[in-house]
């Protein structure tokens, strides 16, 4: 049996007494910010880890496949994702996902065990979140077309109501603009997002996300102008670390984001603009402990939105490598320092409504 190292989030759910847990479960809130591939819970990956055979067509990038090892070394460190990693070790962490979920099926398994891990209720708890906006990197893998690995994911999503459950298309960094002959591009992401969204299919928004230094952002705006004019909310990745430059958090703000995930490095310039302009923040507070991106609970940028009544919403970014769920976000909210940030019940409250107004669902 695999240990794995528990987290800072269950430390602050374990602190709950039952009264408090009962109350942060029960409470309505929306997931806003969660990466399919990051979600897949670690009993669907060692499954598909049994059957998996190396072979040319489970290769990623025309490297050599993964081996045995390679995919057993791969699960560990999504499973223990701590001390001797940060934000900049974080994505080769994927490889093992992308290689183990490179079918139709799997990815259909895949997604279907990560909308149930917080659409459905477990037991006597609640559902984990009220609503979930999922999004996803399209990505052609050996069998499947970059449309068609849409296709997969938005048709499972779609089997839950409206009410329930949408799909935002991600943008990665590392995406080349309008031509690629191996990866799928910025442009033809944007124009299935459009496309789908036209044939009223449930895709709500568009993501910018990936590895954080990667990737020219002045290239991006014609394609989120275009995603914007088609109604389709905009969230973007900024600054989420302290070498993202403060000009390009400013020209992706210029872009008029609906939301920013993360934005842990705003200098006052961007701060200012986006306090002022109402832009909801997605914040995922473990992910930002164990990317090594804020040093502490209570160094936490989420004291900055919170002194100035700005809307947030808690997320938990990749619930498998940073060893968290929604509610165990929300006891780090409740629980009192120094396991939680301490905040009062009614706090509490006003971010869980603050990520259901802010749900893209809302601009529709
Ligand atoms: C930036 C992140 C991320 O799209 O294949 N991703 N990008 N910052 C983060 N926080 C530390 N967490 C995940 O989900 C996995 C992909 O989402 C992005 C990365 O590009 C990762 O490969 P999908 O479903």
């Known amino acids: 049996m695999t240990m794995t190292s528990s987290s ?109 891990q917080f659409l459905e209720s477990n037991t006597a708890d609640p559902p984990e979140c009220t609503y979930l906006e999922l999004r996803t990197t399209p990505r052609p893998t050996s069998t499947l077309s970059a449309m068609e690995y849409i296709h997969t994911v938005l048709s499972e999503v779609e089997k839950y109501p409206p009410n329930r459950a949408a799909l935002i298309l991600s943008l990665d960094r590392r995406m080349s603009v309008d031509s690629d002959q191996t990866a799928v591009t910025v442009e033809e992401t944007i124009d299935a997002a459009v496309q789908l969204k036209k044939q009223g299919r449930r895709i709500v928004g568009v993501d910018l996300c990936g590895d954080p230094l990667a990737g020219d952002m002045s290239l991006l705006e014609p394609y989120i102008a275009k995603a ?81 009544n700005h809307s947030v919403a808690v997320c938990t970014d990749d619930t498998l490598p940073f060893r968290t769920s929604l509610t165990a976000e929300y006891a780090l909210l409740l629980a009192s320092p120094p396991l939680g940030l301490g905040l009062s019940e009614a706090q509490v409250a006003k971010i869980a409504k603050g990520s259901m107004d802010a749900a893209f669902t809302v601009l529709n």
Do not use: M
């Open 228 to 308: 914007k004019a088609a109604g389709l909310g905009i969230t973007l990745h900024v600054a989420e670390t302290p070498k993202n430059p403060p000009e390009e958090t400013l020209q992706l703000l210029s872009y008029g984001p609906h939301r920013l995930g993360h934005a842990t490095f705003l200098d006052e310039e961007a701060k200012e603009k986006v306090v002022k302009e109402r832009i909801a923040v997605e914040l995922c507070l473990s992910s930002n402990l164990l990317c090594k991106t804020v040093p502490t609970l209570s160094a936490h940028h989420i004291a900055f939105y919170l002194e100035r």
């Open 8 to 116: 800072n989030s269950s430390a602050a759910l374990a602190a709950l007494s039952p009264s408090q847990l009962s109350w942060i479960k029960n409470l309505p809130k929306a997931e806003l910010h969660a990466h399919l591939n990051g979600c897949v819970p670690i009993s669907v990956l060692r499954e598909f880890a049994q059957s998996y055979q190396p072979h040319p067509s489970t290769s990623l990038n025309s490297k050599p496949p993964l081996s045995h090892q390679d995919i057993a070394a791969g699960l560990y460190t999504l499973e223990n994702f701590d001390k001797s990693q940060d934000i900049h070790s974080f994505f080769s962490a994927f490889e093992t996902v992308y290689t183990l979920i490179s079918t139709r099926e799997a990815l259909a398994t895949a997604t279907r065990a990560v909308l149930a």
